[in-house]
C-alpha cells in the first residue's frame, strides 16, 4: 500500500477496517485502525464533571466506547482545526449524537465558551455550564493532532484554565457576590446629579500618566518636576495619599474596592479638587461624599448573569467593561477611551506587579503608612515576611535586579500583556517591576492644552428610567417574598413556575451561596433566597 500526497483526506483499506490517508500520513494504524484509541479508552479513569477534548476524531473508532464509559455531568467535545479534516469528519462520523462536533470558531473561543451560563452549539445542543464541570481530559483520537499539536495543547491549558477561572470567581462572589449586589443597588441611586462618564471619551489631549501604588511610583516626582501641568494624571484609589503627599493633586481617581477598608485611603483627600471615577459595586459612602459633579461611574462585570446583563442594556446604565482585577489596569484601561486619539501618549508608573525585598509599595501609600505605623522592636519597617514566605517567588525585573512577585500578581501582568501589550504610544516609565511595554520617560507635548469637557449631568429623563428600574425590581421582589412566604394562593404547580420565572433571574439573590452558581428549587435553596429578599429590599 502506498502512501501518495493529497491535498484532502480520503479513506484508505486495510485488513481490519479503514484508514485515514492525508498529507503523506496514515492517521491510523495500517493493521489495525481501531486497537489503539480503544485501548487508550479502556485505560482512561474518568471523574464525573469531566469535559473530554476529543482531538482530531476522523472515524468512529471509540467513540462509542468513550460514551458508554461517561460518568454524570460528562460531555464529549470533538475538536478539529484543519479545516479539511473537520470536513471529513463531519461527513465520516456516525455517532455524532453522542458528541459534539465542534465548528472552527468553537474551538477557537471554547475557553471563552466554558465560562459562559450555558451555550447552544452549532448542532443545536445547549449546554449550561454553571458548575456542571469540574476538570478537562484531552483525548487524542488520530494522528491528525499531529500537525497542529501545539495548538491542541494550548487549547486544553486555556480550557483548564477556564474551568478553573470559574471555579475561582466562584470563591470570590461566595465571599464578596452579596456586597458587590448591594453596592449596585445602592450607586445606582447615587447617579443622579453625577456625570456619565462617556463624558471624557476621545476628550483628553494632554499626555496622560497612569499612577499605580507600585515602587516605580517613587520616581514620578522627579520625572515631572515643574511640569506637572502638561500632563492629566489618572491614578488608582491606593495611590491617591502618595501624590497629594508630594502636591500632586491628579485630575483622576479610580476607585473600585467594595469593602469599608478601601475608606482609608480617602481620609482627609476628599477635599482636594479631583474627578473619582467609581465602579458601580464600589463603595457607596465613598459617592455620597463627594461632590455630585465630581464623579462618574462605570459598570464592572463582576459576573455573567441574566440581571445584570439585563441591567446593562438599560440606557441608564454606565459603560460596562470586564473586570480586571486590578485597579491600576482599570484606570489603564479607561485612559485609552479617554485620549482623543492614538497620537497622545501614555506613561505607566506604579504598575509593577510585583515588590523589593524590604518594600511592597511606594512611599506614603497606605500599606507603607500602615508599615510605618505598626512598626516596632519586634516588628521592622522592612517587610521581609513579604519577599521570603510563600507564595513569593524571585525574578529579575527590568533592570535585571532581583524582584519579588505573586501567582495573583503576575496574572495581573499577564492580562497587561493581553490586553494593552499592542497599543500604540502606551509606555513604561516606573524603574522597578516586570518590564511592561517600550521604557520612555515623559515628554511635554510641544503646546499644553487646557482641558475643557463639558460636564453633563445625567438627564432627568435616565434617573426616571433608573427610578423605575429600581420601583419594578421591588415590586418583583415583594412578589417572589409573598409567593415564598405562601400570602399568595396558587395551586403547587403555578406557584412552582412563578418562582421559577421570578427568582432565576434574579442571581443576586443567591450568587453568593456556596452552591449557588444556578437557580435551584429546592426548600433549603428557596428558604434562603427567602431571607435575602428582605435584605436587598432595604437597599433597591
Avoid at 83 to 89: G, K, P, Y
Avoid at 271 to 293: C, D, R, V
Avoid at 332 to 341: E, G, I, N, T, V
Amino acid at each position: 500500500m502506498a502512501n501518495i500526497a493529497q491535498e484532502k483526506p480520503c479513506l484508505v483499506s486495510t485488513t481490519q477496517g479503514f484508514s485515514v490517508s492525508y498529507k503523506e500520513k496514515l492517521l491510523y494504524s495500517k493493521y489495525n485502525p481501531s486497537k489503539s484509541i480503544i485501548q487508550a479508552i479502556e485505560e482512561l479513569k474518568i471523574l464525573p464533571g469531566t469535559i473530554i477534548l476529543a482531538c482530531s476524531p476522523l472515524l468512529d473508532y471509540g467513540i462509542e466506547e468513550l460514551y458508554n464509559k461517561l460518568p454524570e455531568n460528562s460531555l464529549i467535545l470533538a475538536c478539529e482545526i484543519d479545516d479539511n479534516l473537520r470536513a471529513f469528519a463531519k461527513e465520516n462520523l456516525k455517532a455524532q449524537d453522542k458528541i459534539i462536533l465542534l465548528t472552527k470558531e468553537e474551538i477557537i473561543n471554547l475557553p471563552y465558551i466554558l465560562n459562559k451560563n450555558e451555550f447552544t452549539f452549532s448542532n443545536g445542543k445547549c449546554v449550561e455550564f454553571s458548575g456542571n464541570f469540574k476538570r478537562i481530559l484531552k483525548v487524542d483520537f488520530s494522528a491528525g493532532v499531529q500537525f497542529n499539536q501545539p495548538f491542541y495543547q494550548e487549547l486544553y491549558q486555556a480550557s483548564t484554565k477556564a474551568l478553573m477561572t470559574f471555579w475561582s470567581n466562584r470563591i470570590t462572589l461566595a465571599k464578596f457576590g452579596r456586597r458587590y449586589s448591594k453596592n449596585l443597588f445602592a450607586n445606582l441611586k447615587n447617579l443622579e446629579g453625577s456625570i456619565p462618564i462617556e463624558n471624557y471619551f476621545n476628550k483628553i489631549e494632554k499626555p496622560i500618566i497612569i499612577c499605580g501604588a507600585g515602587q516605580s511610583l517613587d520616581s514620578l516626582y522627579k520625572d515631572i518636576e515643574n511640569k506637572r501641568d502638561s500632563f492629566y494624571i489618572l491614578a488608582a484609589d491606593t495611590a491617591l495619599k502618595a501624590l497629594l503627599t508630594n502636591k500632586i493633586i491628579p485630575d483622576g481617581v479610580f476607585l473600585e474596592e467594595a469593602q469599608q477598608v478601601i475608606s482609608k485611603a480617602f481620609i482627609g483627600c476628599l477635599k482636594y479638587n479631583f474627578h473619582l471615577f467609581a465602579a458601580l459595586t464600589s463603595l457607596p459612602q465613598l459617592g455620597k461624599s463627594i461632590k455630585k459633579e465630581n464623579i462618574s461611574y462605570f459598570t464592572s462585570l463582576y459576573t455573567d448573569s441574566s440581571f445584570l446583563n439585563q441591567l446593562c442594556n438599560q440606557d441608564f446604565m454606565p459603560k460596562a467593561n470586564q473586570p480586571l482585577g486590578s485597579v491600576g489596569l482599570t484606570c489603564l484601561y479607561y485612559s485609552l477611551k479617554f485620549r482623543k486619539d492614538k497620537s497622545i501618549p501614555i506613561y505607566i508608573y506604579g504598575l509593577d506587579f510585583s515588590y523589593s525585598q524590604s518594600l511592597t509599595h511606594a512611599k506614603n501609600t497606605p500599606a507603607h503608612n500602615n508599615r510605618l505605623i505598626s512598626t516596632n522592636r519586634l516588628l521592622p519597617i522592612e517587610n521581609y515576611g513579604a519577599a521570603f514566605l510563600p507564595p513569593s517567588v524571585a525574578f529579575l525585573d527590568k533592570n535585571q535586579k532581583k524582584a519579588y512577585t505573586t501567582p495573583i500578581l503576575t496574572s495581573y501582568y499577564k492580562l497587561f500583556q493581553a490586553y494593552f501589550s499592542g497599543q500604540e504610544n502606551i509606555f513604561d516609565s516606573g524603574d522597578f517591576g516586570f518590564k511592561l511595554c517600550n521604557y520612555k520617560k515623559p515628554e511635554q507635548m510641544e503646546k499644553s492644552k487646557e482641558i475643557k469637557i463639558a460636564l453633563t449631568p445625567y438627564s432627568g429623563e435616565k434617573i426616571a428610567q433608573v427610578n423605575s428600574y429600581l420601583s419594578k425590581e421591588r415590586e418583583e421582589l415583594i412578589e417572589l417574598r409573598d409567593l415564598l412566604s405562601g400570602k399568595i394562593i396558587l395551586t403547587e404547580e403555578e406557584r412552582n413556575q412563578k418562582i421559577k420565572k421570578i427568582a432565576r433571574k434574579k442571581e443576586y439573590l443567591f450568587l453568593h451561596f456556596p452552591d449557588g452558581y444556578k437557580f435551584s428549587q429546592e426548600l433549603s435553596f428557596l428558604k434562603r433566597i427567602r431571607a435575602e429578599i428582605d435584605y436587598f429590599l432595604k437597599y433597591i
